[in-house]
Every structure is written in C-alpha cells, then in structure tokens.
C-alpha cells in the first residue's frame, strides 16, 4: 500500500479523494473535492472506485484509509493513503469544505 502526507497530498492536487470516514465526520470538514464513501460501504463501490485514477483515500487519523486501502488493493484496485487524516489536515491550516 502506497502511503502519503498531508502535504503531499495538497502539493499533489489528486483528481480522486475519498474520505471514508461516516456522513457526520465528513460534514463537520473534509479536504476541498473530497467524496464521502464511508468505510463500511467502501465493498459497494468497488466496480466505481476500480475505474478512478489517482486514487486516495484519506479519514480522520489514517486507520480507515488504511483499512479500506488494502482492501482495495487486495481487489487489484491501486490506492493511496493519506497518513494522518482530516485532523493532520486541519492541524496544518490548510482548508476545508463543508458541504
């Protein structure tokens, strides 16, 4: 599993972020053009998330991402993690989308 920054991930600009933190997590502030996909419906979205590029999953403090990255991957789909999560993310001050 490839993983990453919070820094990185700013510096990078990917095309795909998906948070899989829960709805009301992701409401209270996500990294601007995240998509919520909560970890646990993460096995719905497998034939959507295998068509994405440039793929990273980012949650609060980098577990869930984690998790839902190597499952990912054990279903042959290349995924990013976001060491650090959300909260790293806000700790450095940088911004955050509300829906």
């Known amino acids: 599993?490839?993983?990453?920054t919070t820094a990185?991930?700013?510096?990078?600009s990917p095309a795909n972020v998906i948070d899989v933190r829960e709805p009301d997590d992701?409401?209270?502030?996500?990294?601007?053009?995240?998509?919520?996909?909560?970890?646990a419906t993460v096995p719905d979205h497998v034939d959507e998330l295998r068509e994405l590029e440039?793929?990273?999953l980012i949650c609060q403090a980098g577990g869930?991402?984690?998790?839902a990255a190597a499952f990912l991957e054990h279903h042959g789909i290349e995924a990013t993690n976001v060491d650090g999560g959300t909260g790293t993310w806000i700790a450095e001050g940088r911004p955050v989308a509300h829906p």
């Not at 599993?1 to 990453?4: A, E, L, R, T, V």
């Not at 990185?8 to 990078?12: I, K, N």
């Not at 869930?64 to 998790?67: E, F, G, Q, T, V």
């Open 54 to 56: 440039d793929l990273h």
């Open 8 to 12: 990185q991930l700013a510096a990078a």
């Open 64 to 67: 869930r991402s984690a998790r």
């Open 26 to 39: 992701f409401a209270s502030g996500h990294v601007p053009g995240a998509r919520n996909i909560p970890l």
């Open 1 to 4: 599993m490839h993983s990453i």
